[in-house]
Each structure stands twice: as structure tokens, then as C-alpha cells.
């Protein structure tokens, strides 16, 4: 092409424009509003699972097991199953998916602050434990897992069989279960109806009071405080099991220890 004000010609190179690469959507995890009716519900059948649990299965375990604890882990056992199978089964066939129960994605930071959290408040639960004993008084071994064994029980078979559900209770079904039915739930519904705030105090001080033992109760509120905290941020259910399960881990890895310290002073 030619420039018609000027005396030479002048060239015009055509360049393509440059094109971006398409940028991908993002994908939001979106989740249903809890319905109360569902909700009531089931708590209702998890507490249908409790009141079986603590009655009808307690009673048959003592009488068909030795040991004392080991009756009482089975029913434990047994409610944790029973709440599990209650809000999963009654989720998925109510139209809810296991995202709208918190098993959302979450990022690697805040996977990393699950752990820390779940290392750093075991001492913190130590110190809260050991200020009830001295401003109430008590005795530590309150809050022990075994029962002081009678010379028949130190030898019976149940033994096995009440040391595999304790772990199975304090390392899996209580991060799991617990979680799920505090966090999943009931923090997810009391948070659309409530502020972030108030629905985290109300969960996390039932958390604490769920547990029903005395010397724990205050430890307990508060890493229910922590851990409702969490997941109302992170909106993740990952996290909060994750803590729970690095500090139930360590006690096990602690009474473990403690356990073999004391075969090896007995030997």
C-alpha cells in the first residue's frame, strides 16, 4: 500500500493479533441450605441410636462380656456406627450430597494448620485437665480409659476384643462420627440460621458436653470451640478431622507407650 501524502512509498505490514489462551471457569463447590425438618430428624434417630446403645446393647454386653470397660466400649461402638449409618444413610436419601456435610476441598495450608492445631492443643488440653484437678479436685485416673481390673478380669479373653474398639473409637469413629454429626451438621445448619459467632460457641460447648466425663468437660469445650472455628472457616470438614485426628492419635501413641512401660516393669 501506498501513503498518499508522501512522495515514497511506504509499506504496511498486517500483524495478526495475539490471542490468550481461553482462562478455564472456576469451579465453586456450591452447597444445599439445610432443611430443619431433616435436621431434626436426624438427631432424632441419632438419638434413638444413643438411648439403644446406652440400654438395650449396654445391658446384653455385660452380660455376655467380663469386663466392665470392654462391655462399655461395645456400646460405644455401637452408637457410633449407628449415628454414622443415621446421617449419611438419611443425607443421601434426603437429596443432600457428602459436600453439603462438609467434605469439601480444601487448600494445603490449611491442611498444614490441622496438624499443627491438632499437636499444639494436647499440652493445651493437659494444662486445662490438670487446673480442674487442683481448683476442684478429683482423681486423674477419673479419666482413665481401663477400670481398675479385678484379679478375674486380668486374664480374660474380652480384653482383646475392648483394646481393637477403643482404638477403632478414639482413632477413627470419634474424629469421624463426631465431626460429622457437630460439624456437618449441625454447625452447617445453625450456621444458616445464626451468626458465625454464636453458632460456634453453642456447638463447640455441646461438643464439650457430649462427652459427659467431669474431669474432660472443660478441655473438651474448648477444642470443640477450636474445632468449630475451623470448619466455619476453612468450610471443610477435612480440617476439622484432621485435627481431631492427630490429637486422638497422639493419646494413642502416648497410652501405647505408657502400656508398654508397664508390661516391661511388670516383667
Known amino acids: 500500500m501506498f501513503d498518499e501524502h508522501s512522495s515514497s512509498p511506504r509499506r504496511i505490514v498486517w500483524t495478526p493479533p495475539v490471542l490468550s489462551p481461553p482462562v478455564p471457569p472456576q469451579v465453586v463447590e456450591t452447597h444445599v441450605s439445610w432443611k430443619t ?10 438419638g434413638l441410636c444413643l438411648l439403644l446403645g446406652l440400654t438395650v446393647v449396654d445391658t446384653l454386653a455385660h452380660q455376655l462380656m467380663d469386663v466392665e470397660w470392654v462391655a462399655s466400649a461395645t456400646a460405644g461402638s455401637f452408637v457410633y456406627c449407628g449415628v454414622l ?8 436419601l434426603r437429596g443432600y450430597r457428602l ?14 494448620a490441622g496438624v499443627g492445631l491438632g499437636v499444639i492443643f494436647l499440652p493445651i488440653r493437659l494444662i486445662l485437665i490438670f487446673f480442674i484437678l487442683i481448683v476442684f479436685g478429683g482423681d486423674l485416673s477419673e479419666a482413665a480409659l481401663f477400670g481398675e481390673p479385678t484379679e478375674s478380669e486380668e486374664f480374660s479373653a ?7 474398639e477403643l482404638l477403632l473409637m478414639i482413632g477413627v469413629f470419634a474424629p469421624v462420627v463426631e465431626e460429622l454429626f457437630f460439624r456437618g451438621l449441625l454447625h452447617s445448619w445453625l450456621g444458616q440460621k445464626i451468626a458465625a459467632i454464636p453458632a460456634i460457641i453453642f456447638t463447640g460447648f455441646l461438643f464439650g458436653l457430649a462427652h ?6 472443660t478441655s473438651n469445650i474448648v477444642l470443640g470451640f477450636v474445632l468449630s472455628a475451623t470448619y466455619h472457616y476453612s468450610q471443610s470438614l477435612w480440617v476439622s478431622m484432621l ?11 502416648m497410652f501405647g507407650c505408657l502400656m508398654v512401660l508397664v508390661v516391661l516393669a511388670g516383667a
Open 158 to 164: 474380652w480384653y482383646f476384643l475392648g483394646f481393637i
Open 99 to 112: 459436600r453439603d456435610l462438609g467434605f469439601r476441598r480444601t487448600t494445603g495450608n490449611w491442611l498444614a
Open 212 to 217: 459427659l466425663d467431669p474431669l474432660l468437660v
Open 85 to 92: 449409618v443415621v446421617i449419611l444413610g438419611v443425607s443421601l
Open 243 to 253: 485435627i481431631h485426628f492427630v490429637n486422638n492419635g497422639i493419646v494413642l501413641v
Open 37 to 46: 425438618s431433616d435436621v431434626l430428624l436426624m438427631v432424632l434417630l441419632c
